[in-house]
C-alpha cells in the first residue's frame, strides 16, 4: 500500500512537470488579442457619440454614417501596420502603424484620415487622427468596438467629453 503512494505521487509529479516543459516551449510573439485583431478585415457596422458632463450623459446619442453607402474596412496585419478604407463616408484608403498598450487594452493607430465639417462634407485640409488612443471596449472573434474621443479616466464633474465609439463587425478569412 505505501509502495502505491509513493508510486502515485512519482507519476503525478512527472505529469506536473511534463505539463510545465511542454507548456514552456516558445511560442510566437501573437497574444490573443493581436491574433483576433489580425485574423481578417473588420467592416464598421456602426458609429455612436456619447456627450457627457462628468459622468453623466447629456442630450441624446447620435448615430454617424447613416446614409452613407460606402463599405468602411480597417485591417490590422502581422507587422503592425494597418489601414482604414472611406473613413468618415470619403472615399480613400490611408495606412498606418498600430501597438497595443501594455495591458492591451487601449489601441493606438498613428493613422491620419482625411475628415469632414460639421455637416458631413469633406475638408481636403482638415485631417484627423481617429484612433490614436483608442480604448478597446470589446474584441471577440465576431465583434470589435473601440471607443475615442475624451475617453480619459480623469476627469472633473464638469468636465464636458465627447466619446465616438466604433462597432466593427468581423470579415474573417481563411489562411489554410
Known amino acids: ?25 516558445k511560442k510566437d510573439n501573437q497574444n490573443s488579442v493581436e491574433v483576433l485583431l489580425t485574423r481578417g478585415k ?22 454617424l454614417n447613416t446614409n452613407c453607402d460606402s463599405t468602411q474596412i480597417f485591417t490590422f496585419n502581422t507587422n503592425n501596420t494597418c489601414g482604414y478604407t472611406n473613413f468618415e463616408c470619403i472615399p480613400q484608403k490611408t495606412s498606418g502603424d498600430w501597438t497595443l498598450s501594455s495591458d492591451q487594452l487601449t489601441l493606438v493607430s498613428n493613422m491620419i484620415c482625411a475628415d469632414t465639417l460639421i455637416g458631413g462634407l469633406p475638408d481636403p485640409n482638415k485631417k484627423a487622427q481617429p484612433f490614436i488612443n483608442t480604448k478597446i471596449i470589446n474584441l471577440g472573434q465576431y465583434s470589435l468596438v473601440l471607443e475615442t474621443g475624451d475617453v480619459n479616466t480623469f476627469y472633473t464633474a464638469t468636465t464636458k467629453r465627447r466619446i465616438v465609439q466604433y462597432g466593427f463587425v468581423h470579415q474573417i478569412t481563411n489562411t489554410q
Open 42 to 63: 473588420w467592416q464598421l457596422a456602426s458609429v455612436m457619440v456619447y456627450n457627457f458632463v462628468g459622468s453623466s450623459q447629456v442630450g441624446t446619442t447620435d448615430t
Open 1 to 25: 500500500m505505501k509502495n502505491k503512494k509513493i508510486l502515485f505521487f512519482l507519476t503525478a509529479a512527472v505529469l506536473v512537470i511534463a505539463g510545465l516543459v511542454i507548456n514552456s516551449c
